[in-house]
């Protein structure tokens, strides 16, 4: 059988592909310089949250940081170890050691190639390259569990809610900041896994409680993390497009990204659970 030779459409298909690549890349390098980790929204401070925004809140980097105290704020006591989940670059980790010493601070991510950047944000801590819903630690390792905006997009978020009390001491904590989303808005994110969708922050207690927590405080923080930060972004990327530091095609991209998150966001919480400190016996029957 003689081949059929190639369409002659198909060298403008791939030039196209070529070029679509080659677009996203500038995207993504344009992004990552003015609102990635280390870009100029946040200072070069390898944050990457929404942050809790104070009404004289100033900067990205401010807001992040007192995200940090007020989940610190749920603790009794600031002592014992404390593992960072979602480590990122280890800017959390870093702010972690005004208040626990570095030999007690662990850190984990899913990417590798973040683990060498938190070791110079956060010397002496420990970094490991771990699965959030698989974690690697015998039980009742840590006093502290910490996760900030990263549970949403974890397969699945109850998953690692019984991993995270498996490893907790009992009386330990957990402390967390979270997105709830629309329903179905995992089609507008390949991040967002469908099983993850909670109705409102009452959903949020009913499975931390399944999950097997005690003294659940769910606190709905919409306003001050969401809206707040979603407002100063935009800000931000308007006077940058407005001062010629944006192309079109870019500003276009970013502001899309913005309205699509607005829609699909519902509530923004900060979460504050105990493993009980109950014998194990008597704890199963709460």
Not at 149 to 169: K, S, Y
Not at 180 to 199: D, F, M, V
Request: charged share 25%; aromatic share 10%.
């Amino acid at each position: 059988m003689t081949p059929t030779p190639p369409s002659p459409s198909r060298p403008f298909a791939a030039g196209r592909g070529a070029a679509r690549k080659t677009r996203a890349r500038e995207f993504a390098t344009r992004f990552e310089a003015l609102l990635g980790p280390r870009g100029e929204y946040f200072e070069g401070s390898g944050y990457w949250n929404n942050g809790y925004w104070e009404t004289d809140s100033r900067t990205a980097r401010e807001a992040s940081e007192n995200l940090v105290n007020r989940l610190l704020a749920f603790l009794p006591r600031r002592s014992g170890t404390i593992l960072d989940v979602a480590c990122g670059f280890g800017a959390t980790t870093r702010q972690l050691l005004r208040h626990f010493d570095a030999v007690n601070v662990t850190g984990i991510d899913i990417s590798d190639t973040q683990m060498e950047v938190c070791r110079a944000n956060a010397p002496g801590c420990s970094f490991l390259r771990m699965d959030a819903t698989h974690l690697g630690f015998p039980d009742a390792s840590f006093d502290v569990v910490l996760c900030i905006e990263a549970a949403f997009q974890f397969d699945t978020r109850h998953r690692f809610l019984e991993e995270a009390r498996r490893v907790l001491r009992p009386g330990g904590h957990l402390l967390m900041s979270d997105l709830l989303h629309e329903p179905r808005a995992e089609a507008l994110s390949r991040r967002l896994h469908p099983e993850n969708y909670l109705k409102d922050p009452a959903s949020y207690e009913a499975l931390l409680n399944k999950a097997g927590f005690t003294d659940v405080a769910v606190v709905d923080a919409t306003e001050e993390c969401w809206t707040r930060s979603t407002r100063d972004k935009l800000r931000y990327v308007c006077r940058q497009h407005r001062l010629g530091q944006l192309d079109r095609p870019t500003f276009n991209r970013i502001m899309t990204a913005g309205l699509l998150g607005l829609l699909s966001t519902r509530y923004y919480v900060l979460v504050s659970a105990e493993r009980s400190s109950a014998p194990a016996a008597l704890e199963g029957r709460a």
